[in-house]
């Protein structure tokens, strides 16, 4: 059988079945000259308007909270007034509308680019508009997704958020898509809809409407041609698939009783918890987000009290404002920073804002200790045992017990002994814990390799924070996606990590993965995995 395509795994699950590709973007048809000004320019405007209504009946009409929220900030880029302004610009200066649209939007794209990081992944979400906006002032209908009338494996360039949040998991069998990264939307959405995908496909572009592929979506392994037999049994793996995580329950577990606690990341009370024992990162940026000014204390009190009251007495960790770089907040003067992924983010905003930090420590203190809810706290990007101290002894004021600080930066990790002396907990983040260890930003999907989990230089790191942990008789988790990963869970049990915490849905595939291996095996896993010389020997010694 032929070698299989190979991308990036980011939805698990097997699939099967016939490729459908997306409907591909209008071409800009010939320029036409302009008699009537104000008729293009009302053409215009109405083709925008349309395609932010269209934008938002579909953030309306999905039930997926992340999903809808993308889409509400897609209708407001539409809507934007200089975006407006530069389309009737360029109709008084002579275009015609669709011509003035995609120029008003190449300006736009090119300024996203030039910013880089979040704002240049979201550089589909733009062309999808620009995309919409031509084929109404053209006279087509919008492009979007095909409805053949049977399940299909859905094969796109890229695909934007609105068409990922509008899919019908019970007609998309899967996704794959030859751009996008582990962190773009698809991919994130994708992961809430529970639709195998693999993006950064190599040789997607091959893939033609009728093929039958079959995909591994935790692999990143696209089959192509494959038979009636091999369709048969990739689907009865997924029934199984599915079937041994509906049947999953209960705390985790190595086959020997050894505790390791499965936890949910969340940024809402809208975020599914089923199957956690808790919830070990609530990111509580989402909040925050597209506000000119902070949220109020009552409005803050009121998004914690209700992930405690979600949680009935289950432990939550709320993270703490982790502003800047990928998440800029507009009334944070943030601007002019030459490299914000190294700059004042995290838990630095509190150095120039200290009333930041205690506002939201009171607002998480005070349905706490109404409720009784178990309530952790912990702070994002600490480099030194002093910035932990200080961030603790805050969280101490504002009456919470149990203070603690994330991993994400080698600093932290290198001298974790000290860093445990000062806070209650420790909690890895991976992803930007491999951003800074590698120096690969973690949405260049182009250096995806460097930001793989099972990179040796992250696990080393880990290991000595498990270690330190052991010792100190403290709690070390992870919190970052390499938490969800099923292969990794014995290896990060065996390398002395407490808690994993990740999606609500990854959490069954996890479970199963350490019921299956005795402490000593997890132990003697770790051992190995830390000898493997790069990832593929790492993963590897798993199997
Ligand atoms: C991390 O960096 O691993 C993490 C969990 O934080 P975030 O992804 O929100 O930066
Ligand atoms: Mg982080």
Same mark, same amino acid.
């Given at each position: 059988?032929?070698?299989?395509?190979?991308?990036?795994?980011?939805?698990?699950?097997?699939? *099967?079945?016939?490729?459908?590709?997306?409907?591909?973007?209008?071409?800009?048809?010939?320029?036409?000259?302009?008699?009537?000004?104000?008729?293009?320019?009302?053409?215009?405007?109405?083709?925008?308007?349309?395609?932010?209504?269209?934008?938002?009946?579909?953030?309306? %009409?999905?039930?997926?909270?992340?999903?809808? &929220?993308?889409?509400?900030?897609?209708?407001?880029?539409?809507?934007?007034?200089?975006?407006?302004?530069?389309?009737?610009?360029?109709?008084?200066?002579?275009?015609?509308?669709?011509?003035?649209?995609?120029?008003?939007?190449?300006?736009?794209?090119?300024?996203?680019?030039?910013?880089?990081?979040?704002?240049? &992944?979201?550089?589909?979400?733009?062309?999808?508009?620009?995309?919409?906006?031509?084929?109404?002032?053209?006279?087509?209908?919008?492009?979007?997704?095909?409805? $053949?009338?049977?399940?299909?494996?859905? #094969?796109? =360039?890229?695909?934007?958020?609105?068409? +990922?949040?509008?899919?019908?998991?019970?007609?998309?069998? @899967?996704?794959?898509?030859?751009?996008?990264?582990?962190?773009?939307?698809?991919?994130?959405?994708?992961?809430?809809?529970?639709?195998?995908?693999?993006?950064?496909?190599?040789?997607?572009?091959?893939?033609?409407? /009728?093929?039958?592929?079959?995909?591994?979506?935790?692999?990143?392994?696209?089959?192509?041609?494959?038979?009636?037999?091999?369709?048969?049994? =990739?689907?009865?793996?997924?029934?199984?698939?599915?079937?041994?995580?509906?049947?999953?329950?209960?705390?985790?577990? !190595?086959?020997?009783?050894?505790?390791?606690?499965?936890?949910?990341?969340?940024?809402?009370?809208?975020?599914?918890?089923?199957?956690?024992?808790?919830?070990?990162?609530?990111? +509580?940026?989402?909040?925050?987000?597209?506000?000119?000014?902070?949220?109020?204390?009552?409005?803050?009190?009121?998004?914690?009290?209700?992930?405690?009251?979600?949680?009935?007495?289950?432990?939550?960790?709320?993270?703490?404002?982790?502003?800047?770089?990928?998440?800029?907040?507009?009334?944070?003067?943030? %601007?002019?920073?030459?490299?914000?992924?190294?700059?004042?983010?995290?838990?630095?905003?509190?150095?120039?804002?200290?009333?930041?930090?205690?506002?939201?420590?009171?607002?998480?203190? @005070?349905?706490? +200790?109404? !409720?009784?809810?178990?309530?952790?706290?912990?702070?994002?990007?600490?480099?030194?045992? %002093?910035?932990?101290?200080?961030?603790?002894?805050?969280?101490?004021?504002?009456?919470?017990?149990?203070?603690?600080?994330?991993?994400?930066?080698?600093?932290?990790?290198?001298? #974790?002994?000290?860093?445990?002396?000062?806070?209650?907990?420790?909690?890895?983040? +991976?992803?930007?814990?491999?951003?800074? !260890?590698?120096?690969?930003?973690?949405?260049?999907?182009?250096?995806?390799?460097?930001?793989?989990?099972?990179? $040796?230089?992250?696990?080393?790191? #880990?290991?000595?924070? /498990?270690?330190?942990?052991?010792?100190?008789?403290?709690?070390?988790?992870?919190?970052?996606?390499?938490?969800?990963?099923?292969?990794? @869970? $014995?290896?990060?049990?065996?390398?002395?990590?407490?808690?994993?915490?990740?999606?609500?849905? *990854?959490? $069954?595939?996890?479970?199963?993965?350490?019921? =299956?291996? =005795?402490?000593?095996?997890?132990?003697?896993?770790?051992?190995?995995?830390?000898?493997?010389?790069?990832?593929?020997?790492?993963?590897?010694?798993?199997?």
């Amino acid at each position: 059988m032929a070698e299989p395509l190979r991308g990036i795994g980011v939805s698990p699950g097997f699939a *099967a079945g016939p490729v459908c590709r997306a409907g591909v973007a209008p071409r800009l048809p010939a320029p036409r000259a302009v008699s009537d000004v104000p008729a293009e320019l009302s053409g215009a405007a109405s083709a925008l308007r349309a395609v932010a209504a269209e934008l938002d009946r579909r953030a309306s %009409a999905t039930s997926d909270a992340t999903a809808a &929220e993308i889409l509400r900030a897609q209708v407001l880029m539409a809507e934007d007034p200089v975006l407006d302004e530069a389309v009737a610009d360029a109709i008084r200066a002579g275009s015609d509308a669709p011509h003035a649209i995609d120029a008003a939007f190449a300006v736009h794209r090119q300024a996203f680019l030039d910013a880089g990081g979040y704002l240049a &992944e979201r550089v589909a979400d733009l062309d999808d508009l620009r995309d919409r906006a031509v084929a109404v002032s053209s006279g087509l209908p919008m492009p979007g997704i095909p409805s $053949p009338g049977h399940p299909f494996v859905l #094969v796109a =360039t890229d695909l934007a958020p609105a068409d +990922t949040a509008g899919l019908d998991p019970a007609q998309v069998l @899967a996704l794959v898509t030859e751009a996008g990264g582990p962190t773009s939307h698809t991919a994130i959405l994708a992961r809430s809809l529970g639709i195998p995908a693999v993006v950064r496909c190599g040789g997607a572009a091959g893939l033609r409407d /009728g093929m039958v592929v079959a995909i591994d979506g935790a692999a990143g392994a696209v089959r192509v041609g494959v038979d009636e037999a091999t369709v048969l049994d =990739t689907r009865r793996r997924e029934e199984e698939r599915r079937s041994r995580a509906a049947a999953s329950s209960g705390p985790g577990r !190595t086959a020997d009783g050894w505790a390791v606690e499965l936890l949910a990341n969340v940024g809402s009370a809208a975020d599914p918890v089923a199957g956690a024992e808790g919830v070990g990162l609530f990111r +509580t940026e989402l909040l925050y987000l597209d506000r000119e000014k902070a949220p109020s204390h009552e409005e803050q009190v009121e998004a914690y009290a209700a992930v405690f009251d979600a949680l009935g007495g289950r432990k939550v960790v709320v993270r703490t404002l982790d502003a800047g770089a990928d998440k800029p907040l507009p009334f944070l003067d943030q %601007a002019g920073e030459p490299n914000p992924a190294l700059g004042v983010r995290g838990v630095r905003l509190a150095r120039r804002d200290p009333a930041l930090v205690d506002g939201q420590l009171a607002a998480i203190a @005070a349905p706490a +200790t109404r !409720t009784g809810a178990t309530a952790w706290v912990m702070a994002p990007m600490i480099a030194t045992p %002093a910035e932990a101290r200080d961030f603790v002894t805050r969280a101490r004021a504002a009456g919470l017990a149990s203070a603690g600080v994330m991993v994400e930066i080698p600093a932290a990790a290198l001298r #974790v002994r000290a860093l445990l002396r000062e806070v209650d907990f420790l909690s890895i983040g +991976t992803n930007d814990l491999s951003q800074y !260890t590698f120096a690969a930003d973690r949405m260049a999907g182009e250096l995806a390799e460097l930001l793989d989990p099972w990179q $040796p230089a992250l696990l080393d790191l #880990v290991a000595a924070c /498990g270690r330190a942990g052991r010792e100190a008789g403290k709690p070390v988790g992870i919190c970052g996606e390499a938490a969800a990963d099923p292969g990794l @869970a $014995p290896v990060f049990a065996g390398l002395g990590i407490s808690s994993l915490s990740m999606p609500a849905r *990854a959490i $069954p595939a996890v479970r199963d993965a350490l019921a =299956t291996h =005795t402490k000593a095996d997890c132990e003697r896993l770790a051992t190995a995995v830390l000898a493997a010389e790069d990832p593929a020997a790492a993963r590897a010694v798993v199997g």
